[in-house]
Nanobody, 118 residues
Framework: QVHMVESGGGLVQAGESLRLSCAAS????????MKWYRQAPGKEREYVAG????????SYAESVKGRFTISRDNRRRTVLLQMNSLQFDDAGVYYC???????????WGQGTQVTVSS
């Protein structure tokens, strides 16, 4: 059974940092591209960052470049999102997603809430 569990969300002040973690099980983790998305109230879910299966290539939404860092540990089956210099607009529910390389298979976590106070 597939499980994707995000953690690390919380309430922070603008300018502070959080580190999100996503722990995966039930599928062959190192065959999957891992991504983070977020969704603010009343808005569409949007892409935040992604990392290839070996961790060699990473991509980011323009709005988080230079502030967020995605990484993965295939042995621990986890993907991290280090978020620095958080801004009010970074608030929302953050989801991790696993995408099977060359397939349509995808798994989502249940999300973790990030709240940024001004």
């Amino acid at each position: 059974q597939v499980h994707m569990v995000e953690s690390g969300g919380g309430l922070v002040q603008a300018g502070e940092s959080l580190r999100l973690s996503c722990a995966a099980s039930g599928f062959t983790f190192h065959y999957y591209v891992m991504k983070w998305y977020r969704q603010a109230p009343g808005k569409e879910r949007e892409y935040v960052a992604g990392v290839t299966i070996d961790g060699g290539r990473k991509s980011y939404a323009e709005s988080v470049k230079g502030r967020f860092t995605i990484s993965r540990d295939n042995r621990r089956r986890t993907v991290l999102l280090q978020m620095n210099s958080l801004q009010f607009d970074d608030a929302g529910v953050y989801y991790c997603k696993a995408e099977g390389q060359g397939s349509n298979t995808a798994y989502w976590g249940q999300g973790t809430q990030v709240t940024v106070s001004s």
